[in-house]
């Protein structure tokens, strides 16, 4: 789901950025709360595929991911209890897992920042650097 919503193209995605190592640390810990939606809403992700297409959502093709995945976006489903929809929530944390802080378990090699141009935490910059992109390559921690 993850590498569907931020594919690779000329840079890297989801995936290359550790988005999925990301979301599984999380779930393991601050998120643990949410694995009951991730399990319900991957069973379901999976169920519509294979009633659609007579396989699991994986082995599908780029394309039937895609349109699955738009269904769901729209149907914004899981408003249910007043709950985030999964499609939703998993779009939120590969998108976490793209740009967050490196200790959390993505952003490897600090992709993310690289393509935002975020320069990373920094203890000073050798220019002021106002009016103008910082163009000193990122770094993350202190």
């Known amino acids: 789901m993850a590498a569907r919503i ?6 890297p995605g989801a995936l290359e950025a550790g988005a999925l ?7 393991a810990g601050a998120y643990a709360t949410l694995l009951p939606i991730y ?5 379901d992700l999976d169920e519509r595929a294979r009633t659609a297409f007579d396989r699991p959502f994986a082995e599908l093709h780029e394309e039937q991911q895609d349109d699955l995945l738009r269904q769901l ?3 914004g489903e899981g408003g249910r209890r007043g709950r985030e929809s999964f499609f939703h929530l998993g ?10 802080e490196p200790q959390y378990g993505g952003n490897r090699d600090l992709i993310g920042w690289r393509l935002v141009g975020f320069p990373g935490q920094q203890l000073g910059y050798p220019d002021a650097y106002v009016n103008r992109v910082v ?4 770094k993350a921690g202190l």
């Open 21 to 27: 190592d990301y979301i599984l640390r999380a779930l």
């Open 73 to 75: 976006d729209e149907a």
């Open 91 to 100: 779009r939120r944390h590969g998108l976490e897992g793209v740009f967050c």
């Open 135 to 138: 163009d000193i390559p990122p």
């Open 6 to 11: 931020f594919p690779p193209t000329d840079t």
């Open 39 to 43: 399990r319900e809403g991957l069973r």
